[in-house]
Antibody, heavy 123, light 105 residues
Framework: EVELLESGGGLVQPGGSLRLSCAAS????????MVWVRQAPEKGLEWVSS????????SYADSVKGRFSISRDNLKDTLYLQMSGLRVEDTARYYC????????????????WGQGTLVTVSS | AIQMTQSPSSLSASVGDRVTITCRAS??????LGWYQQKPGKAPRLLIY???TLQSGVPSRFSGSGSGADFTLTISSLQPEDSATYYC????????FGQGTKLEI
C-alpha cells in the first residue's frame, strides 16, 4: 500500500527556516516525480514545488522561488522541502504527493497524497 | 501565469440531484485538467484526470468533460458522501488550482 508521511512542521518565527520531510513507502519511489502542495487555513490548494524522479529538474511557484528548495534522497525514499526566509503567508498545511505522468502522453496528475504537516509562521 | 476560475464557489443540493461545477482557464490548456475532492481534515483525492478520465475506484456518477478553456465536473446523482470541496487543477503550464467549490448536501 502506498504511503506518504510528512513531518517536520511546527511553529517558526518570520525569517526562520524549516525542513519538511516526506517518507514514502509501498511503491518504487525513485521512479516517480513528486510535488509539494500547500493549503493555508480555510483556504484553497496551492502548488509549491515539483521534482523529477532523478532529482535533476526542479520547479517552484513564484511565491516561494528563491526561498524554498526541493530535494530527494532515492536511497532513503524521502522527499524534502527546505524552507527559509519564512513569511506569515507561508503558514499552511504542506502535502506531498506523487506526480504521475502517463508515458508517451502529456497527461499527468497528482496521486496518493500524504496527510500533510502544519507549518505556522508567527512571532 | 494561467488563472483558473471555478464556479460556483459553493452550492447546496439534495441527494439524487445532478450537479455541475465549471472551471474556466485564462487560456487554452488542451485537456490538461484534473478534478480533486477534499473532505474536511483530509488530503485531496484525485477524481478525474485528462479532463475526462475517471480515476480507478471513483464512482461512475462522477464525470468530467471539456477541452481548451472550459471544463465541467458533473455528479449525476448526489450521494451524502459527496459533501466536500472540489478543485480543478491545470497542468498545461506549471500548475494552478481553481479556488474550490464547497458542495453541501
Amino acid at each position: 500500500e502506498v504511503e506518504l508521511l510528512e513531518s517536520g512542521g511546527g511553529l517558526v518565527q518570520p525569517g526562520g527556516s524549516l525542513r519538511l520531510s516526506c517518507a514514502a513507502s509501498g511503491f518504487t519511489f525513485s521512479t516517480y516525480a513528486m510535488v509539494w502542495v500547500r493549503q493555508a487555513p480555510e483556504k484553497g490548494l496551492e502548488w509549491v514545488s515539483s521534482i523529477t524522479d532523478s532529482g535533476g529538474t526542479t520547479s517552484y511557484a513564484d511565491s516561494v522561488k528563491g526561498r524554498f528548495s526541493i530535494s530527494r534522497d532515492n536511497l532513503k525514499d524521502t522527499l524534502y522541502l527546505q524552507m527559509s526566509g519564512l513569511r506569515v503567508e507561508d503558514t499552511a498545511r504542506y502535502y506531498c504527493a506523487i506526480r504521475v505522468i502517463i508515458a508517451g502522453t502529456y497527461i499527468e496528475y497528482f496521486h496518493h497524497w500524504g496527510q500533510g504537516t502544519l507549518v505556522t509562521v508567527s512571532s | 501565469a494561467i488563472q483558473m476560475t471555478q464556479s460556483p464557489s459553493s452550492l447546496s443540493a439534495s441527494v439524487g440531484d445532478r450537479v455541475t461545477i465549471t472551471c474556466r482557464a485564462s487560456q487554452g490548456i488542451r485537456n490538461d485538467l484534473g478534478w480533486y475532492q477534499q473532505k474536511p481534515g483530509k488530503a485531496p483525492r484525485l477524481l478525474i484526470y485528462g479532463a475526462s478520465t475517471l480515476q480507478s475506484g471513483v464512482p461512475s456518477r462522477f464525470s468530467g468533460s471539456g477541452s481548451g478553456a472550459d471544463f465541467t465536473l458533473t455528479i449525476s446523482s448526489l450521494q451524502p458522501e459527496d459533501s466536500a470541496t472540489y478543485y480543478c487543477l491545470q497542468d498545461y503550464n506549471s500548475y494552478t488550482f481553481g479556488q474550490g467549490t464547497k458542495l453541501e448536501i
